[in-house]
């Protein structure tokens, strides 16, 4: 990781010369991005429907299931819920301080969040792969709490990010610039395609997610944590690049 954004990245990396370019879903952000957008789908696809109802990125609809939960609705669980919460609270905060400690580091930050996040879910995919893991126990929770955790320190480092419309994990935003800027409602339409490719991203995901857990849990989550090692793999080198030939230019 040092020799992908070691010292020389932190001083001639430009972000602003980056960053020119990102609402094109050519750019290497905006496409590492969409790819975290489709592992999105994958790892929801792992907690909802293998773990027993729970969400592990998108808290939005963790809330609402909690609040059900509670309230005793169709047998809906409260302590999942709770566990993912909590881990992602842990790891959002994780992420936060590592967003400060090397915010000016782009590269860098993100090379040590995606790693981050490869290590939790090939943990959780090798829990799945040993262990027989059912809703409501010791194992169900774990897996939850590292997905969660992941899902966490993500978000706390898109955000650093800040790409317009492509937050990874929620789509509310996303949907409501769609329809708003459109040229339907008598918008110009701008953004539009890279709108597009993030719904299209989570629902591929999401499919592909539901159709893997027909083989076992172990499958989707290598899934996710092969294509969060090959985003950082090649997205981080091509921030290096960009970053630092057209600083220059």
């Not at 994958?42 to 998108?58: C, E, I, K």
């Not at 966490?152 to 994990?169: F, K, Q, S």
Request: net charge positive; no cysteine.
């Amino acid at each position: 990781m040092s020799a992908v954004a070691g010292p020389a990245t932190a001083t001639q990396f430009n972000e602003e010369a980056l960053r020119r370019g990102v609402a094109s879903v050519r750019h290497p952000l905006t496409r590492a991005l969409l790819v975290l957008t489709f592992t999105t789908g994958l790892v929801d696809a792992v907690s909802y429907l293998g773990l027993g109802r729970v969400f592990t990125a998108n808290m939005t609809g963790n809330i609402v299931l909690l609040g059900f939960g509670i309230a005793g609705s169709n047998g809906l669980p409260v302590v999942a819920p709770l566990v993912s919460l909590g881990a992602f609270l842990l790891g959002a905060g994780a992420g936060g301080v590592l967003v400060k400690r090397m915010e000016k580091r782009h590269p860098a930050l993100v090379a040590r969040a995606l790693g981050i996040e490869v290590s939790l879910l090939a943990v959780a995919a090798l829990i799945a792969a040993t262990t027989n893991i059912a809703p409501a126990t010791g194992a169900g929770y774990a897996v939850i709490a590292l997905l969660a955790s992941a899902m966490g320190v993500r978000n706390a480092t898109v955000r650093r990010i800040a790409v317009p419309d492509l937050t990874t994990t929620v789509l509310t935003m996303t949907l409501t610039g769609l329809a708003a800027d459109s040229r339907f409602a008598g918008g110009s339409g701008t953004g539009s395609l890279r709108r597009s490719a993030a719904v299209a991203a989570m629902l591929l995901g999401a499919v592909s997610g539901a159709l893997l857990l027909k083989v076992s849990l172990f499958v989707p989550l290598s899934a996710a944590a092969g294509l969060a090692l090959i985003t950082w793999l090649l997205y981080v080198p091509a921030a290096i690049r960009l970053g630092r030939s057209r600083g220059r230019a």
